[in-house]
């Protein structure tokens, strides 16, 4: 399943010249900003490897510049969203970063209100953060939040100071108040530390990221996969959040990430013909070994064609079976030594088929199977049902 991703992020997807007066952000000119545009077109279709050639480009056309730099991290991670257990990335991510901060601190020496040195400078301590979204440490995270993220947002202030209500900061300033507050419920028993230190806002966080995700030019697309996150895993608002998963999904069709929330949301709505749809497309990718498509995807694309075989009442129930039984052999060859989520909902699925099938002994089988693990998501309460009364659709 989905899980929170409770963290700070400072992270806007824009580049800043030196002239202020325009209406939004102006891009480094010429050959640079194409470039730049395509390669951040490039990542969020996950066309990672295309994506690091044409920001190689940009290092070569300016290496003293952080821009280069900067978007290379974004790469690497979004490279992590899709495939969490793989670290291989880490290094080079933290080190772009780092060489990032280089650039736009010297930027920052020769002028203090360097439009492109606050903005870097800012946004690679946010991004430097945000692996944390990823890869869950709490002590490490509560650390950056008093950090890195409260040092990004002082250079936010900065650069508002010289573009007031620009949409893009609004972006960075929406992060920082939501998740404040967000990881403040999520460990109580932190809640005092970080109040001390830093205090949020979750409703004007949502609004100030409702605005990035109109107004922004730059990090519009970043607001909008934030929203979409928030108001799945958070605010348990699924249409609000199928609104920013269907928008994403369309624009980036590539982004096993988006696809990913479009089905988790059309499940939570009830849209059985849709994600059955829907998790067929991640299916194939994932057969196909596509660019951010793992045995992850394919474990939960299984899972849920299957049950939606089962709760068509059209549906194939061999077919059901089929799918159920192989989300279970994947994710037990994922996590070999635990029990998760996929495991004994599949198994109680493949025992409501049984019943279906009239094979009442196997159903039975299957439901003091779900009962001999540990309870995960109310499945002891169904599988107890079951056995009361036989599944019927």
Known sequence: MIKKFSHISIFLLLLVSANASYGQWALQSGPIEHQIKRGIQQTYNMDYAQADITFDSVIAADPSHPSGYFFKAMVNFWRAITN????????????M????????????????????GLFYKGASLGMRARIFAIRPNWTDAVGLLLGDAKDGVRYLNMLEEVIPSNGDI??????????????????????????FFAEGNKRAGLQMLELAGERA?????EAQYELMKIYYLYEKNYHASYKYAKILASQYPNNSNFLHYLGFNQVSLGMLPQYDSTYRVMLSRARARKEGYTIKQA???MYFIGQ?????????????????????????????????????KSELQVG????????RKNALMMYDRVLSMKDISGTHAEASRYKQNPYKR
């Open 84 to 95: 969490t257990d793989n670290t291989g990335y880490d290094e080079a991510y933290r080190r």
């Open 97 to 116: 970063l780092d060489e990032a901060i280089i650039r736009a601190d010297k930027l920052l020496e020769a002028n203090e209100y360097d439009l492109a």
């Open 170 to 195: 609004l972006f960075g300033r929406g992060l920082y108040n939501f998740y404040v507050e967000a990881i403040k419920q999520d460990n109580p028993s932190l809640s005092s530390i970080i109040s």
């Open 217 to 221: 030019y730059y990090s519009k697309t």
């Open 299 to 301: 474990r939960e694309a």
């Open 308 to 344: 939606a075989q089962l709760a068509n009442r059209n549906g194939n129930l061999d077919s059901a079976m089929y799918y159920l039984y192989n989300s279970n052999l994947l994710s037990r060859k994922i996590t070999p030594n635990e029990v998760t989520w996929w495991i004994p």
């Open 352 to 359: 409501m088929a049984y019943d279906l099938r009239g094979d």
